[in-house]
Nanobody, 123 residues
Framework: VQLVESGGGSVQAGGSLRLSCAVS????????MGWFRQAPGQEREGVAR???????EYAGSVLGRFIISQDNTKSTAFLQMYALKPEDTAMYYC???????????????????WGQGTQVTVS
């Protein structure tokens, strides 16, 4: 299983970005896909996750600004980010799990597969 993120970049506060995560060798069938982020000097935190059926969960800090989705093949996940703030600056990671437990807990330890990350910088 390989995850490849794209779409990161630099944007001014208030702007938007759309991250993509292409996953090979995996389909979100009964599992979970999620986005996490890690700012310098901070622990990695969950941002959003999506169940195979499309139910979504969000961190309070991004609720109403970020939207997680997946394509019809359930092998690509997206994170649409609006109204970006400087505190959203971080490396963003895509993660996938074959078990729904990952979506229930949101715990990064329940996600088996990870991408290399894509940098988002908001100034």
């Amino acid at each position: 299983v390989q995850l490849v993120e794209s779409g990161g970049g630099s944007v001014q506060a208030g702007g938007s970005l759309r991250l993509s995560c292409a996953v090979s060798g995996y389909t979100n069938d009964g599992g979970c896909m999620g986005w996490f982020r890690q700012a310098p000097g901070q622990e990695r935190e969950g941002v959003a996750r999506i169940y195979s059926g499309g139910t979504t969960e969000y961190a309070g800090s991004v609720l109403g600004r970020f939207i997680i989705s997946q394509d019809n093949t359930k092998s690509t996940a997206f994170l649409q980010m609006y109204a970006l703030k400087p505190e959203d600056t971080a490396m963003y990671y895509c993660a996938a799990a074959t078990t729904v437990v990952a979506c229930v807990t949101g715990n990064e330890r329940d996600f088996a597969y990870w991408g290399q990350g894509t940098q988002v910088t908001v100034s």
